[in-house]
T-cell receptor, first 115, second 112 residues
Framework: GAVVSQHPSWVICKSGTSVKIECRSL??????MFWYRQFPKQSLMLMAT?????????EQGVEKDKFLINHASLTLSTLTVTSAHPEDSSFYIC???????????FGDGTRLSIL | SQELEQSPQSLIVQEGKNLTINCTSS?????LYWYKQKYGEGLIFLMM?????EEKSHEKITAKLDEKKQQSSLHITASQPSHAGIYLC????????????FGTGTRLQVTL
């Protein structure tokens, strides 16, 4: 149980393109979904928290107009990197959680490379 | 400085040996979660500790939470190559269960 699917797993695109990443909870309802960014050999950096049906809460320093998050249903959240530039290249990971006393379950991540 | 420090940063052990990874917080721990990550992949949930003194085991992995010391340890008994990976602790340091702060990670290699 508690499977989270993240798609795509790998994206290469030109600078200026917008990229959408999907995160789905396959066998449970995710009240809350989280989006993280991970740099090589570093820990996870929380970008934003999204609750179904409400606006995402962004961490300090994360541009909400740059990283658009939508959590339209209890099983799907999307992260759109708008007008991506090479500095946005990174490994993005989502997680999903049901009730607050339950752990977060993670997707397999998306490696984004902007040329 | 990091709010959640892990030690050691990396570890190489021979197959069959025991090892311990520590996670120390500069703030009160309201919940502590251990995950394992393989390079370039997502995180696999291992264990969740929510009460001081709590100890949980799964197969050859045991995790403990020392609330007073603001510390958790992960112990692997008789390590195997399948235990290799990056171990991350994540903690609720806000008390609201709203988000987790992750540690710096411990990279484990198991040699034959």
């Amino acid at each position: 149980g508690a499977v989270v699917s993240q798609h795509p797993s790998w994206v290469i695109c030109k600078s200026g393109t917008s990229v959408k990443i999907e995160c789905r909870s396959l066998d449970f309802q995710a009240t809350t979904m989280f989006w993280y960014r991970q740099f090589p050999k570093q820990s996870l950096m929380l970008m934003a928290t999204s609750n179904e049906g409400s606006k995402a809460t962004y961490e300090q320093g994360v541009e909400k107009d740059k990283f658009l998050i939508n959590h339209a249903s209890l099983t799907l959240s999307t992260l759109t990197v708008t007008s991506a530039h090479p500095e946005d290249s990174s490994f993005y990971i989502c997680s999903a959680r049901g009730p607050r006393d339950q752990p977060q379950h993670f997707g397999d991540g998306t490696r984004l490379s902007i040329l | 400085s990091q709010e959640l420090e892990q030690s050691p940063q990396s570890l190489i052990v021979q197959e069959g040996k025991n090892l311990t990874i520590n996670c120390t917080s500069s703030k009160t721990l309201y919940g502590l979660y251990w995950y394992k990550q393989k390079y370039g992949e997502g995180l696999i949930f291992l264990m969740m500790l929510q009460k001081g003194g709590e100890e949980k085991s799964h197969e050859k992995i045991t995790a403990k939470l020392d609330e007073k010391k603001q510390q958790s340890s992960l112990h692997i008994t008789a390590s195997q190559p399948s235990h290799a990976g990056i171990y991350l602790c994540g903690a609720d340091i806000t008390g609201t269960a709203s988000k987790l702060t992750f540690g710096t990670g411990t990279r484990l290699q198991v040699t034959l």
